[in-house]
């Protein structure tokens, strides 16, 4: 769907393209330069994922994590993949390799939301 195209839109999508990690709503509107409420934040972010430019990452807080994946090449594996939540320095970042796991027979999985936490490598 064509979607307006408006300034706050191109901020935020210009902050996570410019982002190496996964950003917080809040961490998104400290990082904005314009004056913009949280809600609008929100939507412009909830915008991003149905159009697929975004996914969306649920840590086990259920603190909400947006990211562009530059490495998924394929838009229908951007929500396979497992994340990375390092507890040292509350990054979240997307891990590249391949996902494996089984489900009962009769059940078919359609969504995966998978968040490893730990250390990350820089913090150890």
């Given at each position: 769907?064509?979607r307006?195209?408006?300034?706050t ?6 902050l ?5 990690k996964?950003?917080?709503q ?8 314009i004056?913009i409420?949280?809600a609008?934040?929100y939507?412009?972010?909830n915008?991003f994922?149905?159009?697929?430019l975004v996914?969306?990452?649920?840590a ?6 947006f ?5 998924c090449?394929?838009?229908e ?9 390092c ?5 979240i970042?997307?891990l590249?390799?391949?996902?494996s796991y089984s489900v ?5 999985v ?5 968040v490893l936490?730990?250390t990350?490598n820089?913090c150890?």
């Open positions: 769907m064509n307006r195209n408006t300034p839109k191109e901020a935020v999508l210009n996570l393209l410019s982002s190496k996964a950003l917080s809040d961490a998104i509107e400290k990082q904005l330069d004056d409420n949280r609008t934040i939507r412009v972010l915008r994922c149905e159009d697929g996914h969306k990452i649920v086990e807080d259920g603190k909400q994590y990211a562009i994946c530059k490495k090449e394929n838009p594996t951007v929500q396979y993949h497992f994340h990375f939540r507890l040292s320095c509350d990054t970042e997307c590249q390799i391949p996902v009962p027979k009769g059940y078919e359609r969504n995966a939301n998978c936490t730990g990350c820089t150890l």
